[in-house]
């Protein structure tokens, strides 16, 4: 037997209708849940690519998260840019988006394409340049993204390029 789905705003437990004696649950004391068709599209935004959040500060009272999806039209690619201190973690969810990034490990610095597929995961570090492409001519590429601070960082740049690793930018 599945439990009914819950409506937002609904407290900790959802089988347990709120009185209206008792106060609404602070934030940091119950779960949140987050329909797909809540997401808030009011985010920091990358030329070419549409962001949404779900869990974040401003919709969920997160502290040191921010998880939502990104949206990368069929044949166009974001601006440059880096997500400053955050670490981020991407999920494909559909499509084929290919991630772009300068690797100045060696002796010339080279630009380097990840190529993925549904299913895969790719880790951004803090302050790493890089741009997400859709190669694909019809279909939409989605991607799930989970970041290590409170809100999306967007630094968009003009170019693709390594930072010196003492940079802070």
């Known amino acids: 037997m599945s439990e ?9 437990h959802p089988h347990l209708h709120d009185t209206q004696d008792s106060p609404a649950a602070p934030l940091r004391t119950r779960l949140h849940h987050v329909r797909a068709d809540a997401l ?3 985010t920091a935004q990358s030329g070419g690519m549409r962001r949404f959040a779900a869990v974040s500060g401003r919709t969920v009272g997160s502290e ?3 998880m939502g999806q990104t949206h990368v039209s069929p044949a166009t690619a974001s601006s440059d840019h880096h997500h400053g201190a955050s670490e981020t973690a991407i999920y494909v969810v559909s499509g084929h988006p290919e991630f772009v990034f300068v690797d100045d490990t060696g002796d010339r610095p080279e630009e380097v394409r990840l190529r993925t597929a549904p299913g ?3 880790f ?3 302050y790493v340049p890089h741009r997400e492409e859709n190669p694909d001519p019809t279909d ?3 991607v799930v993204i989970a970041r290590s601070t409170q809100e999306a960082i ?8 390594a930072l ?3 940079d802070t930018v």
């Not at 409506?7 to 900790?12: L, Q």
């Not at 967007?154 to 390029?161: A, F, S, T």
Request: glycine share 12%; aromatic share 12%; charged share 20%.
């Open 120 to 122: 895969d995961y790719i």
């Open 40 to 42: 808030d599209g009011d």
């Open 154 to 161: 967007v630094v968009n740049l003009p170019g693709l390029y």
């Open 4 to 12: 009914p789905l819950t409506t937002p705003g609904e407290g900790f």
């Open 64 to 66: 040191k998260l921010w």
């Open 164 to 166: 010196p690793a003492d």
């Open 140 to 142: 939409e590429a989605v």
């Open 124 to 126: 951004v570090p803090p």
